[in-house]
């Protein structure tokens, strides 16, 4: 742990499992200026630019276990884990969409005071090898007079590795918060300031537009296809209507009702 003493030598870091375009948008919606970088293969590592746990008096654990949980909801799709460290303790909070969060805790020393059972969860929902990467975890759920706090984080991040997790150079979990915003700023990390709902939403669309579903939500592929749905529902609705069958007519109102909402969705994308 850093040297300095009280909870000035308190920090944190957001490892999100997604590559920075996608964790972005979301990560706008905390309303908290962050440091955004890639960390490995689809890993991605949030820096908090401020240090809201000396102004607003919550323990860092909790701060940062709300923002992983925001993330991780806003998000459903990959999860967020939450180191942490103050002058005290060090550990972790995993955050996975809706689910509960798991965590584990070190005390400054190295001493563990989580539960096995958290340490596999945490496996389990990272989806690490049952094997081999819950017995390269076993040893940080044990005494150990060589280990501190942040040797403990150190050696979490090493068996991360193995799923393509590798902070940016200098990165280090357990150092100060000053220090790792530094850092950050030197490996050219980008600065994301808080956005509002309709922003974030805006954002999130363009990386959703910028994937391969893009070409059929916006463009011509986009136009043909909400014309090619019209073109089949609305007959089949009236079919549906005329020989008095729930199940046609409702297949045809979902084929119309796609199909005005993908060209209403394209041209409202194309309105500046």
């Keep these: 742990m850093n040297a300095t003493s009280g909870p000035r030598s308190a920090g944190a870091l957001l490892l999100c499992r997604a590559e920075p375009p996608v964790v972005r948008p979301p990560s706008r919606l905390l309303r908290e200026r962050m440091l955004l970088a890639p960390a490995g293969l689809d890993w991605s590592v949030l820096v908090p630019e401020g240090k809201p746990w000396l102004d607003d008096g919550e323990p860092v654990e909790r701060v940062v276990t709300g923002w992983a949980t925001a993330l991780a909801v806003s998000a459903a799709s990959w999860p967020v884990l939450a180191l942490w460290w103050d002058a005290d303790r060090a550990g972790f909070t995993l955050a996975a969409g809706f689910r509960r969060t798991v965590g584990y805790v070190w005390l400054a020393d190295g001493t563990p005071v989580g539960e096995d059972e958290a340490m596999r969860t945490f496996a389990a929902r990272l989806h690490l090898d049952p094997v081999l990467d819950v017995q390269a975890l076993e040893p940080l759920t044990r005494p150990d007079p060589d280990a501190d706090a942040h040797s403990r984080l150190v050696g979490l991040t090493a068996v991360?590795?193995?799923?393509?997790?590798?902070?940016?150079?200098?990165?280090?979990?357990?150092?100060?918060?000053?220090?790792?915003?530094?850092?950050?700023?030197?490996?050219?990390?980008?600065?994301?300031?808080?956005?509002?709902?309709?922003?974030?939403?805006?954002?999130?669309?363009?990386?959703?537009?910028?994937?391969?579903?893009?070409?059929?939500?916006?463009?011509?592929?986009?136009?043909?296809?909400?014309?090619?749905?019209?073109?089949?529902?609305?007959?089949?609705?009236?079919?549906?209507?005329?020989?008095?069958?729930?199940?046609?007519?409702?297949?045809?109102?979902?084929?119309?009702?796609?199909?005005?909402?993908?060209?209403?969705?394209d041209r409202l994308r194309e309105t500046p």
């Excluded at 991360?160 to 997790?165: I, M, P, S, V």
């Excluded at 994301?192 to 363009?206: K, T």
């Design 160 to 265: 991360l590795a193995r799923t393509g997790l590798a902070l940016p150079t200098g990165l280090a979990p357990g150092d100060h918060a000053d220090r790792l915003r530094s850092v950050a700023h030197a490996q050219g990390a980008e600065l994301l300031e808080g956005a509002g709902w309709r922003e974030a939403v805006r954002a999130e669309l363009d990386v959703v537009e910028g994937g391969p579903l893009g070409p059929y939500l916006r463009g011509p592929r986009a136009r043909l296809l909400g014309a090619a749905q019209l073109a089949a529902g609305v007959p089949l609705l009236a079919w549906g209507i005329g020989r008095r069958s729930g199940g046609w007519a409702t297949a045809g109102a979902l084929l119309v009702a796609h199909g005005v909402l993908g060209l209403a969705y």
